[in-house]
C-alpha cells in the first residue's frame, strides 16, 4: 500500500514536468513549422519574383520586337504590292520571277507565295518550297483570315529558332483571292540594338543572378510537338515528355505546371501570345529549373536547431523543475517530519525546526496552527495527566512505598530489620530480614515466631519490657550503643535503634528493631586509638622539644622533652597560649606566624640562653603544619650546646695549627738574631775569662793589665752574672720557639721501631740527670714502678719527640709532687708508676704514667692540653709542654692522649700508640 | 798543630751571627774568613785554599745546599758543617752521601759553640786518613 503513495515533491516534480515538457513540445513544433512555413514562403516569393521577371521580360522583349517590327512594316508594304502588282500584271503564279524580284530588292528578304491551300508554291528559300502550312493549324487559321483580308497582315518581328536572327514575315492575299504572298525580311543589322533584348539571354541573366535558378529554359508552345523548340538551342532535343507537357498545356491553356522531384522542382509557365492579326503564334512555355536542396538544407538545420533547442529546453526545465519542486515542497515535508516527531509523542519539539521559507506566508500559517494545535494538545494532556497522577498517586505511593521498604529490608545486608509484637511477655518476632540472616547467623525459618530475647545479653533482657513501655507512650523509638549476641554465642558491639509500628489510629501494634554490626567500627577506633599512642609515643621519645601550636598560638601538642624542660604537664600545656607556658618561646611567635603565612620552614641556629651561670645553646626550627584543614606549626627546640663545644675545640685546634704554621715562618727569623746574641756572648764571656786564649793574654797585657784583673774586675761587677742572664733568657726565648714549631712539624722521616720499655729507661736516666742540678729536689728519691706486659709489640715512633713527650710528664709530675709535699706536709712517698699493655683489639700499645700527687680538678683537666695553660707560676713555664705532647702524639704519631685525675690522690695521663706488627 | 792552622771559611748571610762564630773560631786559633753570599765564597775559594766551610742553609741568591753540591765538585778536599736558622731543615740524601759533609746539622742559635768546634774537628779527623792514604 505504502508503496502507491508518492512523496509531495515527486508529486509536483512528474506533474511540473509533463506540463512544461508538453508545452515545450508543442512550442517547438508549432515554432519549427512556422520557421518552415517561413523558408517555403519565401521561395514562393521568390519564385514569383522570378517567374513575374521572367514573363516581364518575356513580354518586354516582345513589345519591343513589335516595336521594331513597324519600321518594316513600309518596307514589306512595298515588297508586298510590288508582288501583287506583278501578279496583276501577268495573273500566273508561275511566271513570276522571285528571284529577279529579290535581287532588284538588294535586302535579304525570301519572297513566298502559298496557295489557298495553305501550301507554299514558289520562294526564294528552297527548303521550305512544297511546305504545307495548314498542317500548322493556328498559323493556317491566321492565313486563312488573311485571304479574307484585302490588307496587309504583318507577322510580328520574331527571332529565328535557329539562328536567333530577327526577321519580320508580312502577307498580303492576290486580288483573286488564290494566293498570299509572303515577304521574310531578315535583318542582320538589328541585333545590335537588341542585344540584351533576347530571351535566352535575359533567361540566362535571371539564372545568373539566383543562387535559387539552376536552369531556365524558353519554348516555342504549340500543338504541335515537331513545332515546339527551345531558344537559343534549337538543336538540342526536346525530351518527348516535356514536348507532351507544352502540348498540352498550351492546348489544354494550363497556366502552370509544377513538377517537384528530390532536389529541384521544375515549373512550366505558359505564355500565351497569339494575336488575332498576326499569323505566328507567339506563345511560350518557360520552363524553370530550381533547386531545392538549398531550401532542404536549410529546413533541415531548421529542424535540427528545433530539436536541440527543445532538448536542452527539456533538460534545463528538468532540473529547473527539480530543485523549484524540492525547494516548495521542502518545508512541506520537514514540517511533516517534525510533525511525526510529535505525533510520536514529543510534543516539546520545536515544529519550525529547520525549515526554510518560514517567512512564506501558507508555511507561517501552518506553523503557527501546528504549534496552536500542539500547546493546546500539551495542555489537555496535562490536564488529563494530573487527573490520572493524582488519580493513581495515593496508590502508587503506597505501593512504591511499601516496594522500596521491601527493598531496603532485603537489600541491607549489613543492617537487622527485626520486627517483633508488642507483648511485653513475649516479644516474639514476627519478621526477619535477610540482614539480620546474616548478623546474627540464624535463619528467618528457624527464628521467625522466637522470642527476641535471645538476641540480647541477660541483664539487657530485662531493661526490654521497660523500653517497650517508654516507646508505647512516647511514641518514640530509641537509639543506643549495646552489645548483641549471636546464634554461635558470640557477642558483638552494635547500634541498636527500635522504632514503634502503629496502626491507623495511633496505637503501637508492633516494634521494630535495626541493628548494625560495629564491630569494624570499633576495631577501627581501637588501630587509631594505638596508631595515636604510638604517633605519641615516638613524638615523646624525641631527645628535641617538641611543641605544636595553633594558628593563634595555642599549645596543641606538648612532647615529655618540653615537660621535662619546662617542668609543666602536657594536659595543663595544651590549650594554653604558648607565652605563658614556653616563656623563652615568645621571642619565636614572629617567625611562627611568618612560618605559617608563608609555608615554609623557619630555623634559628645556636641560640644562646644562660643556665645556672652556664651558656647553653638552642638550635629552633618552625616547621609549618601543612595538612589540610589543621593551621598551625611544630616547634622543635634542641640542645646543642655539646655540639657547640665540639666545635668550638675543633676551631681552636685549627687556630693553633695556623699559629703553628706562623711559628715556623718566624722561627727562623728569630733564631738568627738569637743565635747573633747568644753566641756573641759566649764569645765575650770566653775573652774575657779564658786565660788561655793567646789573644787575651796579648790585649790584656798592650791594655796594661792582665787576664786574672779582668777577670776580678768582672767578678767583682758581676759581669758574668749579667753574661749568664743574657744567655738564660735568650735561651729562654730559643726554646719557646722550638716548642711552637713542634705543632708544625709534619716530618716523620725520623721514624724508627722502638722498645717502649728501653724508651722509658732512657727517658728516667735523662730525667735524673737533667733535674739534679736545676731544681731543689732530687728526682732520685721518686720510687719508680714498672708494670710491664711482657712480648709487647714494638712502635713505630719518633723516638726524640716520644722521649720529649714523657718527660715533659714526669717534669711537671716530680715538680707539681714536690711543691705539694712541701705544702701539705704530707708524708708521701712521691711515687711514678708506668704500665704498658697491649691492647690488641685496637692494635695500640697503651702507656699508663701515674703519680700520686696532687692530682687536678675538673676544669683544670678540661683544659690541660691547651696551649699556653698553666698552673705553674709564670716564670716557670710556657704553658706549652703539654699541649706539643698532645700535639705529638696525635698529629705526629697518631695515636690518642688523655689525663685522668682524682684530686688529692694523682693523675695518670695515657697514651696509646699504634703498635708494630707484634714480633713472632 | 804544628802544622799550618786550616783554613775556616763561614757563610752566613747574617753579619751579627756570622762576626761571633769568626770571633770563637779565631780565638781558638783558626785562620778565618768570611763571606756574607755563595759567589762571595767561590771567589774565596778561587783565591784561598781553604779547608772548610761552616754554611748556612737559607742564602740570599744561591742556597746552601747548592753551594755545597757545586763546591764540592770543584774543591775535592773541602770539608762543610751545615748550621741553619731553619730548625725543620734535613740534610738532603745527595748531602748525606758525601763524606765531606758534616752529619750533624746545628740549629742556630748554637748554644755551645765548642760543639761546633769539635764537629769541624771531628770532619777533619775524618778525613785525615783519606788525605794522608793519597799523599
Not at chain 1, 663545644?645 to 676551631?651: A, G, K, L, Q, T
Request: aromatic share 8%.
Amino acid at each position: 500500500m505504502s508503496d502507491k503513495r508518492i512523496k509531495l515533491r515527486t508529486y509536483f516534480y512528474s506533474k511540473f514536468l509533463i506540463l512544461i515538457v508538453s508545452i515545450l513540445i508543442i512550442f517547438t513544433t508549432l515554432n519549427y513549422f512556422e520557421a518552415k512555413d517561413e523558408i517555403i514562403k519565401k521561395n514562393r516569393d521568390l519564385e514569383n519574383n522570378i517567374e513575374k521577371s521572367i514573363v516581364n521580360n518575356i513580354k518586354t522583349v516582345n513589345s519591343s520586337y513589335k516595336m521594331l517590327g513597324e519600321v518594316f512594316n513600309d518596307e514589306l508594304k512595298k515588297i508586298l504590292y510590288k508582288l501583287k502588282n506583278e501578279y496583276k500584271q501577268k495573273q500566273d503564279v508561275s511566271k513570276l520571277d522571285l528571284a529577279k524580284i529579290k535581287s532588284e530588292l538588294d535586302m535579304n528578304v525570301d519572297l513566298y507565295v502559298i496557295n489557298n491551300k495553305g501550301v507554299i508554291i514558289a520562294t526564294t528559300y528552297p527548303t521550305d518550297l512544297g511546305l504545307d502550312l495548314s498542317k500548322y493549324t493556328g498559323f493556317f487559321e491566321n492565313l486563312m483570315n488573311i485571304l479574307n483580308r484585302k490588307d496587309f497582315a504583318y507577322d510580328a518581328l520574331t527571332p529565328e529558332t535557329q539562328t536567333g536572327k530577327l526577321r519580320k514575315y508580312a502577307y498580303l492575299r492576290s486580288d483573286d483571292e488564290e494566293y498570299i504572298f509572303e515577304v521574310g525580311l531578315q535583318s542582320s543589322g538589328f541585333e545590335k540594338y537588341l542585344k540584351d533584348l533576347n530571351y535566352f539571354q535575359l533567361a540566362n541573366k535571371i539564372q545568373r543572378n539566383s543562387q535559387y535558378v539552376s536552369d531556365i529554359k524558353i519554348f516555342r508552345a504549340s500543338n504541335a510537338l515537331s513545332n515546339i523548340t527551345l531558344f537559343g538551342k534549337p538543336e538540342t532535343r526536346i525530351k518527348e515528355e516535356t514536348k507532351e507537357i507544352i502540348a498540352e498545356m498550351y492546348n489544354e491553356d494550363i497556366k502552370e505546371r509544377v513538377f517537384s522531384l528530390e532536389n529541384y522542382k521544375k515549373k512550366y509557365i505558359l505564355l500565351k501570345l497569339r494575336a488575332r492579326d498576326i499569323p505566328s503564334d507567339l506563345s511560350k512555355v518557360v520552363e524553370i529549373t530550381y533547386d531545392t536542396s538549398l531550401m532542404n538544407k536549410s529546413l533541415m538545420s531548421n529542424l535540427f536547431s528545433h530539436l536541440i533547442l527543445s532538448v536542452v529546453a527539456i533538460l534545463l526545465s528538468i532540473s529547473l523543475v527539480y530543485y523549484f519542486s524540492k525547494r516548495f515542497t521542502q518545508p512541506i515535508s520537514q514540517l511533516s517530519s517534525n510533525l511525526d516527531k510529535i505525533s510520536k509523542g514529543d510534543l516539546d519539539f520545536p515544529i519550525d525546526k529547520q525549515i526554510k521559507l518560514k517567512n512564506i506566508l501558507e508555511v507561517n500559517n501552518l506553523i503557527t496552527s501546528i504549534n496552536d494545535m500542539v500547546s493546546a494538545l500539551k495542555e489537555k494532556i496535562s490536564t488529563l495527566n494530573r487527573q490520572k497522577i493524582n488519580l493513581e498517586n495515593s496508590e502508587k505511593a503506597l505501593r512504591e512505598s511499601e516496594a522500596s521498604l521491601r527493598t531496603v529490608f532485603e537489600a541491607a545486608k549489613n543492617v537487622a530489620f527485626i520486627k517483633t509484637d508488642c507483648d511485653p511477655g513475649s516479644l516474639k518476632i514476627l519478621e526477619f530480614s535477610p540482614g539480620a540472616e546474616q548478623i546474627f547467623e540464624y535463619t528467618r525459618e528457624e527464628i521467625v515466631g522466637k522470642s527476641v530475647e535471645m538476641l540480647h545479653l541477660e541483664e539487657e533482657v530485662q531493661k526490654l519490657p521497660e523500653m517497650l513501655k517508654w516507646m508505647r507512650e512516647n511514641m518514640q523509638g530509641i537509639n543506643q550503643e549495646t552489645t548483641l549476641v549471636r546464634k554461635s554465642g558470640e557477642t558483638f558491639p552494635a547500634l541498636f535503634t527500635t522504632h514503634p509500628i502503629l496502626d491507623a489510629k495511633g496505637e503501637m501494634t508492633a516494634a521494630l528493631g535495626v541493628s548494625i554490626d560495629i564491630t569494624e567500627r570499633k576495631q577501627s577506633e581501637e588501630e587509631l586509638d594505638r596508631l595515636r599512642n604510638y604517633l605519641s609515643n615516638i613524638i615523646d621519645s624525641m631527645p628535641s622539644i617538641l611543641v605544636g601550636v595553633d594558628k593563634v598560638g595555642k599549645v596543641t601538642q606538648w612532647n615529655d622533652e618540653a615537660q621535662r624542660v619546662t617542668e609543666i604537664s602536657s594536659q595543663k600545656a595544651i590549650g594554653q597560649a604558648l607565652e605563658s607556658v614556653f616563656p623563652r618561646l615568645s621571642s619565636e611567635m614572629r617567625r611562627l606566624e611568618k612560618a605559617m603565612q608563608t609555608q615554609k620552614v623557619y630555623s634559628e641556629h645556636r641560640q644562646p640562653r644562660k643556665q645556672d651561670d652556664e651558656t647553653r645553646y638552642e638550635d629552633i626550627t618552625v616547621y609549618p603544619l601543612v595538612t589540610n584543614g589543621t593551621d598551625g606549626a611544630v616547634i622543635r627546640v634542641d640542645d646543642v650546646t655539646e655540639q657547640v663545644r665540639i666545635e668550638e675545640m675543633m676551631i681552636q685546634s685549627e687556630k693553633m695549627l695556623s699559629v703553628g704554621g706562623l711559628a715556623a715562618g718566624m722561627a727562623h727569623e728569630i733564631n738568627n738574631p738569637l743565635g747573633g746574641i747568644l753566641q756573641t756572648v759566649s764569645v765575650m764571656h770566653n775573652r774575657l775569662s779564658n786565660p788561655e786564649v793567646a789573644a787575651n793574654q796579648k790585649a790584656a797585657r798592650e791594655a796594661g793589665t792582665n787576664m786574672q784583673a779582668i777577670q776580678s774586675y768582672m767578678q767583682s761587677r758581676k759581669i758574668f752574672s749579667m753574661l749568664e742572664r743574657i744567655r738564660e733568657s735568650g735561651n729562654r726565648a730559643a726554646e719557646i720557639v722550638a716548642n711552637m714549631l713542634s705543632f708544625a712539624r709534619k716530618s716523620d722521616s725520623n721514624f724508627s721501631s722502638c722498645d717502649l720499655a728501653e724508651l722509658i729507661e732512657q727517658c728516667l736516666e735523662l730525667a735524673g740527670a737533667d733535674y739534679d742540678l736545676k731544681k731543689s729536689y732530687d728526682f732520685r728519691k721518686i720510687k719508680i714502678e714498672r708494670d710491664y706486659e711482657q712480648g709487647l709489640p714494638l712502635v713505630k715512633c719518633e723516638s726524640s719527640k716520644l722521649q720529649q713527650v714523657v718527660l715533659n710528664i714526669l717534669r711537671n709530675g716530680a715538680e707539681a709532687m714536690h711543691d705539694w709535699l712541701l705544702e701539705s706536709g704530707e708524708a708521701r712517698q712521691p711515687r711514678f708508676t708506668f704500665r704498658l699493655a697491649h691492647e690488641a683489639e685496637q692494635g695500640k700499645v697503651r702507656i699508663e704514667i701515674e703519680d700520686n700527687g696532687p692530682g687536678m680538678d675538673e676544669a683544670t683537666r678540661k683544659r690541660i692540653f691547651e696551649p699556653f695553660f698553666t698552673s705553674k707560676p709564670t716564670d716557670q713555664g710556657t704553658g706549652l709542654g703539654l699541649s706539643v705532647s698532645y700535639f705529638i702524639i696525635t698529629e705526629n704519631h697518631g695515636g690518642e692522649m688523655s689525663v685522668e685525675s682524682t684530686p688529692g690522690e694523682g693523675s695518670k695521663f695515657i697514651i696509646k700508640l699504634p703498635a708494630e706488627i707484634s714480633p713472632a | 798543630m804544628s802544622k799550618e792552622m786550616p783554613k775556616l771559611l763561614f757563610l752566613d748571610d747574617d753579619e751579627a751571627l756570622r762576626e761571633s762564630l769568626v770571633d770563637y773560631f779565631e780565638d781558638c786559633g783558626w785562620s778565618v774568613f768570611e763571606a756574607g753570599t755563595a759567589e762571595e765564597a767561590f771567589k774565596l775559594l778561587e783565591s784561598e785554599e781553604l779547608d772548610c766551610v761552616v754554611v748556612d742553609i737559607r742564602l740570599p741568591g744561591m742556597d746552601g745546599n747548592a753551594f755545597i753540591k757545586s763546591a764540592s765538585a770543584s774543591y775535592a778536599d773541602l770539608k762543610f758543617v751545615i748550621c741553619t736558622g731553619a730548625p725543620e731543615y734535613c740534610l738532603p740524601q745527595e748531602l748525606m752521601d758525601l763524606p765531606q759533609v758534616s752529619n750533624r746539622v746545628f740549629i742556630k742559635p748554637i748554644l755551645d759553640l765548642s760543639i761546633l768546634e769539635e764537629a769541624v774537628r771531628e770532619q777533619f779527623e775524618k778525613c785525615k786518613p783519606q788525605g794522608e792514604g793519597n799523599a
